[in-house]
């Protein structure tokens, strides 16, 4: 049995890694350890419960005791663990820097006193700053212009040099955006496909002209398990959807498919530093054999449907309930 520690694995795309990981492989066990911050949310794990090969701690990745426990069990740690949003970033960026940053540091600290036989560290395609002209390689300058970005940037960095200076058996993976079900709804798509079907305004920052390239999540985390296949120690792989879209490319199509009027959309003061176009080069890991398996169109209908679908999902987060229980559960 191959015993894997997640971190974040109650957030958007940890706690989708985690589903998809019990379905796809039956010789595993997951750790999960997520501190719970406004963006982790048990309910995207409610179908797991009773699950054996599934556990849940909730935790900090910047405990270095919890940390060495769980670290000392694992084979395979993937840290998805974050503060993850850029308006929240440059309004308070003081947990990015020690979620991000020190959390990533403990956790290769247990790694390299343990030995693990890998380190997933998960990055983002936004390390490299915008970009109006050629899609990044993965040895281009890092350039990152948010708080949160730089964050990132200084995460993946120290993964890296955790093997080389420690022979830490560390893959770095730069994803760009992902979408699906249990995205938090203050992200662009969950936010105006609930805003819209509420009848509420989609508020665009400044011309809607930025562009952002737009990976389905189960791709995303098929790819982090290729490349713990097939990946290089050391090595960094961008991983991309193929689909670059502005922002009021996917306004219209929330709006259309929901039925919804133009008149929703609001043009609202820009995100400060607001990076133009995010765009990968994915050739290194395309010539490993790995290419996205969703069509945008048909994913990101059926994204919008799920929202609508799970309406008990978002409007819980929404309307503050889940902030209730979450106190009621865990602030005794
Ligand atoms: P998310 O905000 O939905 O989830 C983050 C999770 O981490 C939450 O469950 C939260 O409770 C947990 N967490 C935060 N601080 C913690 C701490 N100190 N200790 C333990 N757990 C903590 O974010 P997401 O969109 O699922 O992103 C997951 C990872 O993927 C992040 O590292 C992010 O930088 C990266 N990423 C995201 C995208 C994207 O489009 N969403 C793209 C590329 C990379
Ligand atoms: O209300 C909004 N209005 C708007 O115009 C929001 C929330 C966003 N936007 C714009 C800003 C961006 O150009 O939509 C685009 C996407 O915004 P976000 O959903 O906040 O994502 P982004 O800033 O691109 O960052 C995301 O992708 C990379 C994730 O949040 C990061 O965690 C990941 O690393």
Redesign the pocket.
Known sequence: MKKYLVTGGAGFIGSNYVRNLLEKEQDVSITNLDKLTYAGNLDNLKDLEGNSRHKFIKGDIGDESLVDELVREADIVINFA?E????RSIGSPDDFITTDIFGTFVLLEASRKHGVEKFIQI????VYGSTEGASFVENDPLMPS?P??AS?AGADRLAYSYFVTYDVPVIITR????YGPFQYP????P??VTNAMDDKQ?????D?L???DWIHVVDHNDAVDFLIEKGTLGEVYNIGGGNERT?LD??AIILEKLGKPESLKNY?ED?LG??RR?SVNCSKINALGWQPKHEFTEGIRETIQWYEDNRWWWERIKSGEYLEYYKAQYEK
């Open positions: 974050a993850s949003h850029v308006d990055s983002t395609d936004e948010s949160y970005s990132k994803c760009s955006n992902n203050e992200k662009l798509i936010l105006f989609l508020p665009i920052y400044g809607g930025n562009v952002r922002n996917i306004t609202v995100r607001h990076d995010y």
